[in-house]
T-cell receptor
Framework: SAVISQKPSRDICQRGTSLTIQCQVD?????MFWYRQQPGQSLTLIAT?????????ESGFVIDKFPISRPNLTFSTLTVSNMSPEDSSIYLC???????????FGPGTRLTVL | AQTVTQSQPEMSVQEAETVTLSCTYD???????LFWYKQPPSRQMILVIR??????QNATENRFSVNFQKAAKSFSLKISDSQLGDAAMYFC?????????????FGKGTKLSVKP
């Protein structure tokens, strides 16, 4: 299995500011993913982050709003830029272990934008 | 595009009883994976059970089992001998076989309450 940690676990931010969420995995993985879970809703994939290449964003999500870094095989960051109250969500990091068909999720970061 | 539908926003079960959560999906693909994830109040997403579409045998994990009906595109989860710790949101999810391994498509979830 994979152990995934995220920082911060929660934050309250002001409108117009930015927050960077960190995701650390205890093993090397090729693909890391970022999901958003809006209040009372299901999970939606924001982007796929491969080490050494640009992140691939899903429809409705853009790099200027959600820039992602993937400097190595165990770490990634997601930045939520120029935040508005609509960005209040839980943001989850996820990985698939190479050659393994199970997807693991981090504990999530609960973001509240005032 | 694939879709996943969970028609039961909330369900309740008595401790030690059995409950079945429903999930239907829509796809034109013949090979894919289906999953049930549990999300307790701690927010941690936990994989409960996985089913490969090419397998006819229904997956089972201890008290958890699925009824996979490929022709009907149905994937229900049965929880036997329900325990208080089973209380959580349950999400049904779909992933294409050989596609982006992160592109899980989730249903809206079913909130399960367990009564002592």
């Amino acid at each position: 299995s994979a152990v995934i940690s995220q920082k911060p676990s929660r934050d309250i931010c002001q409108r117009g500011t930015s927050l960077t969420i960190q995701c650390q995995v205890d093993s090397q993985v090729t693909m890391m993913f970022w999901y958003r879970q809006q209040p009372g809703q299901s999970l939606t994939l924001i982007a796929t982050a491969n080490q050494g290449s640009e992140a691939t964003y899903e429809s409705g999500f853009v790099i200027d709003k959600f820039p992602i870094s993937r400097p190595n095989l165990t770490f990634s960051t997601l930045t939520v830029s120029n935040m508005s109250p609509e960005d209040s969500s839980i943001y989850l990091c996820s990985v698939v272990l190479d050659n393994y068909n199970e997807q693991f999720f981090g504990p999530g970061t609960r973001l509240t934008v005032l | 595009a694939q879709t996943v539908t969970q028609s039961q926003p909330e369900m309740s079960v008595q401790e030690a009883e059995t409950v079945t959560l429903s999930c239907t999906y829509d796809t034109s693909e013949s090979d894919y994976y289906l999953f049930w994830y549990k999300q307790p109040p701690s927010r941690q997403m936990i994989l409960v059970i996985r089913q490969e579409a090419y397998k006819q045998q229904n997956a089972t994990e201890n008290r958890f089992s699925v009824n996979f009906q490929k022709a009907a595109k149905s994937f229900s989860l049965k929880i036997s001998d329900s325990q208080l710790g089973d209380a959580a949101m349950y999400f049904c999810a779909y992933r294409s076989y050989g596609g982006s391994q992160g592109n899980l498509i989730f249903g809206k979830g079913t909130k399960l309450s367990v009564k002592p």
